[in-house]
């Protein structure tokens, strides 16, 4: 334009077109379906974003993309995804929401790519990103470049990883591929009613294994909350997982680069907790709530548990300690007696390695009597599930804090992150006991002979168990070996953590440099 052209003036007409163009792409498949949406209670992708983000935050991108595929000239407002960023708690977020109305929410070749420019935007800025899924999956339609959007997707969740938190709600179907994206991420929360999330629906399994199933029963939130642990939260609905995530984001890092938003106080208020010291029961074999540890050495007794419903006998979650943010690892004796069994250390093994992608302190409470013992648990790979906790532990360089409560036998001592995996301060309740194996077993192989002889077997194996307690077992034994920091009063617990977080926060560890490690699959 030279500076003799006047400039085209904004019509009334330019307005007018721009605010339908806008109105057309808001209301995505039309009326008549959002109506069907809100007679089963379910919200629009654009509701979902509204309630998430903070109000006049949110900034779409793309609105007026339109696809590319081979499906004729059938109209898909911004191609079936909504995308963009706004503030969540006060912090820049990135979201996309998936609009089941344009083609049940399917993934085409535009419909990816606007996904992975956000998600590049994302790791880049450094920003999380949440994505709300509610998808029939690939489109047919589109089909070769259907399977190349989703390799795409997957391929910006893999380089993603690590450096943002990635958190998926699962809120209506997530089907085939789709499921995958979920799964690369690194939360996955499904709502109650009307999330279901499978590879191959029931039509297929019927086809292929002649077996006749339902969505429910190989894809509910039930299902992957508490069986195959695909998911890590059930919610009762869309407001309900928006408050979860909200909660997870209040405990994490933006980045990798960042540190978790600790509220670090000048003063520690460090005292006795003699509640504690009565929490211990007299005998070790009565099973202790480690929840009720929890509560009491977690500010306010808060605590995020992360897939609570799955593998019980191992609790993970996000706490605070004295404002510190901690990933909380315990063993729950009250189920399985809280041994390691092959869910509960792929649950573990991951938590942990998210922890140390976010440089979230690890602190881990032990009470476990060793890996479970079956045929199903040989078999299944115990070994090699194991393995995952001992590598994810050596492989973290976050401050790593453990106390053992009450037992710690023999491999599963080790994969609770002993001092040898890395720990910098391991305390232990004097009531402890740290061995090979735990006394029954330990005098069944030591003294069988004897027992057996004895006038009153069952009296001299509790004799021989309580010898064995005192002289391989007592934590005593492993500080004066220099293998535990300290043997303190429960009561002291919170102060110990606090104390040592605190002095902890700045650590850091060099490692000999490669490429990455191979973890045990
Ligand atoms: C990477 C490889 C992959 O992703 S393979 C996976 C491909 N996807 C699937 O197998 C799921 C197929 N779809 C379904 O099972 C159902 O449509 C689900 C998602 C459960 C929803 O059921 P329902 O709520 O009853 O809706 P509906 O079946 O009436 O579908 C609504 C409209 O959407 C369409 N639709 C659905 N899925 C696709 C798809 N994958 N590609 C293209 N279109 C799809 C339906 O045809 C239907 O269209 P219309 O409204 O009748 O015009």
Not at 67 to 78: F, M, Q
Not at 108 to 134: C, N, R, S
Not at 392 to 399: D, F, G, I
Not at 499 to 508: A, G, N, P, V, Y
Request: glycine letters at 10%.
């Amino acid at each position: 334009m030279t500076h003799r052209e006047a400039a085209v003036p904004l019509s009334e007409k330019d307005l007018l077109e721009l605010r339908r163009r806008r109105r057309d792409i808001a209301l995505g498949g039309g009326e008549d379906k959002h109506a069907t949406r809100r007679g089963k209670g379910l919200f629009s992708a654009r509701e979902r974003l509204a309630m998430l983000f903070q109000p006049g935050t949110f900034q779409e991108v793309g609105m007026h993309a339109r696809h590319r595929g081979t499906a004729g000239n059938t109209d898909l407002p911004a191609d079936g995804v909504v995308t963009g960023t706004g503030y969540v708690n006060g912090e820049l977020v990135a979201a996309f929401a998936q609009d089941f109305t344009v083609a049940a929410g399917t993934l085409g070749k535009m419909h990816a790519e606007k996904v992975v420019d956000l998600m590049k935007y994302a790791t880049q800025t450094g920003i999380p990103l949440v994505a709300f899924q509610d998808s029939g999956g690939a489109r047919i339609q589109e089909a070769v470049d259907a399977l190349s959007g989703y390799g795409e997707v997957f391929y910006w969740n893999v380089l993603s990883s690590g450096v943002i938190p990635q958190i998926a709600v699962i809120c209506g179907p997530c089907a085939g591929g789709a499921a995958y994206s979920p799964a690369l991420m690194d939360f996955v929360i499904m709502t109650e009613a009307h999330s279901q999330m499978f590879i191959t629906g029931p039509e297929v399994i019927r086809a292929v294994t002649g077996r006749t199933t339902s969505l429910d029963e190989i894809g509910s939130a039930a299902v992957h909350t508490q069986i195959s642990g695909n998911a890590h939260f059930v919610a009762a609905d869309d407001q309900d997982a928006i408050r979860i995530v909200a909660e997870l984001l209040s405990f994490l890092p933006a980045n990798n680069s960042e540190d978790p938003p600790h509220d670090i106080r000048p003063e520690l208020a460090l005292g006795r907790d003699d509640n504690m010291n009565s929490l211990v029961p007299d005998d070790p074999s009565t099973p202790m709530d480690v929840r009720a540890v929890i509560g009491r050495l977690v500010d306010d007794g808060y605590f995020l548990e992360v897939h609570a419903g799955f593998a019980q006998n191992l609790i993970v979650g996000f706490a605070r300690i004295e404002g510190m943010v901690v990933g909380l690892i315990a063993n729950q004796p009250m189920h399985l007696a809280g041994a390691l069994d092959i869910d509960a250390s792929d649950k573990g093994a991951r938590f942990v390695r998210f922890c140390n992608c976010f440089n979230i302190p690890l602190v881990t409470l032990v009470d476990v009597p060793g890996f479970l013992p079956g045929v199903e648990q040989e078999r299944g790979g115990i070994i090699r599930h194991g393995a995952k906790m001992l590598f994810a532990y050596a492989s973290s360089t976050v401050p790593k804090l453990t106390v053992i409560l009450r037992k710690a036998y023999g491999g599963s001592y080790l994969a609770m992150c002993s001092q040898e995996m890395g720990a910098d301060f391991v305390y232990a309740w004097p009531n402890a006991e740290i061995a090979v194996m735990g006394g029954e077993g330990a005098v069944n192989i030591l003294h069988r002979k004897e027992i057996q002889e004895a006038d009153d077997p069952a009296a001299r194996r509790a004799e021989l168990v309580q010898e064995y307690r005192q002289k391989y077992a007592s934590p005593y034994l492993s500080a004066a070996r220099g293998y535990i920091t300290d043997v303190i009063e429960p009561a002291e617990t919170r102060a110990a953590l606090a104390l040592s977080l605190r002095k902890t926060l700045t650590k850091s560890e060099l490692r000999p440099p490669k490429k990455h490690g191979n973890i045990p699959l």
